[in-house]
């Protein structure tokens, strides 16, 4: 591993060619926050994906990606006079610090979720903070991230189940009144009621300490994984795929589950 003065110089030098991008390549220099935003998010799904797959090359690699656009943003920022790369890491540690008493202070914590309330107090007393416990969550997130986050904020507060074991009979009741709306045909009351029934689970995956997006992710994988299975035995022999029977379809499925 590198040494501290090392990394500093990796991150200097990572400033400069940001500089020389800007000045001299048309494609960098006419980039604005809004052209860059999209492949932000691209680079930030590539990011997640790597994570999930444990692929620590790529890891590297799109962390690598990801940083380019913090520093693009903290240039352009810096090009308009309003902040550079110094301030954006500068209030991130004055947060950072302010955030942890119990490391540079004097708070005592019992353990993670005690960290985890003491930091949405926090949060509220900041001059920029959320002025309510659910602000902070981005409008923009993901639905199933963003019904985790609205649970976990609402927890930090004291709004949760005394019991995790509790959260299953509000799985079923609301599983029983999406039954309930699909067997009247009101499309739109049953789509309501899906939801909760998501928003619940979600829920019950936040108790049990489960990621619920890569529990998903997970089951997108194994489902593509054994579905190009099924489509590559009808290849095999010479048929298409929606020529096969669903029994031959489950079959090859079943054959994709042992491998």
């Known amino acids: 591993m590198h040494t501290r003065e090392e990394k500093l110089e990796a991150f200097g030098r990572l400033l400069d060619v940001m500089d020389t991008l800007r000045e001299k390549c048309p494609w960098d220099r006419k980039q604005t926050n809004q052209s860059l935003r999209p492949n932000t998010i691209e680079e930030t799904y590539e990011l997640c994906e790597a994570l999930l797959n444990e692929d620590n090359a790529n890891i590297c690699k799109e962390l690598g990606d990801v940083l380019l656009h913090i520093v693009f943003y903290a240039k352009i920022g810096s090009e308009k006079g309003e902040f550079d790369i110094a301030d954006v890491c500068n209030k991130l540690c ?150 096969l029977t669903l029994e031959e379809m489950d079959r090859f499925w079943e054959e994709a589950k042992k491998h």
């Open 94 to 243: 004055d947060k950072l610090i302010f955030r942890h008493p119990h490391v540079y202070g004097e708070v005592k914590v019992d353990g993670t979720e005690q960290v985890l309330q003491n930091w949405e107090q926090l949060k509220t007393k900041e001059k920029d903070g959320n002025k309510t416990v659910l602000s902070g969550v981005p409008a923009a997130l993901p639905s199933v991230i963003k019904a985790e986050r609205i649970q976990e904020k609402a927890s930090n507060v004291g709004f949760d189940w005394h019991n995790r074991e509790d959260v299953w009979p509000k799985v079923k009741e609301e599983i029983a009144e999406f039954e309930a709306e699909v067997a009247s045909m009101d499309r739109d009351k049953a789509t309501r009621e899906f939801g909760d029934i998501m928003f619940a689970l979600i829920n019950a995956a936040r108790l049990y300490h489960i990621t619920p997006d890569t529990a998903l992710e997970l089951t997108n994988q194994k489902f593509i994984s054994r579905f190009n299975y099924v489509e590559q035995q009808a290849k095999e022999q010479g048929r298409d795929l929606k020529d």
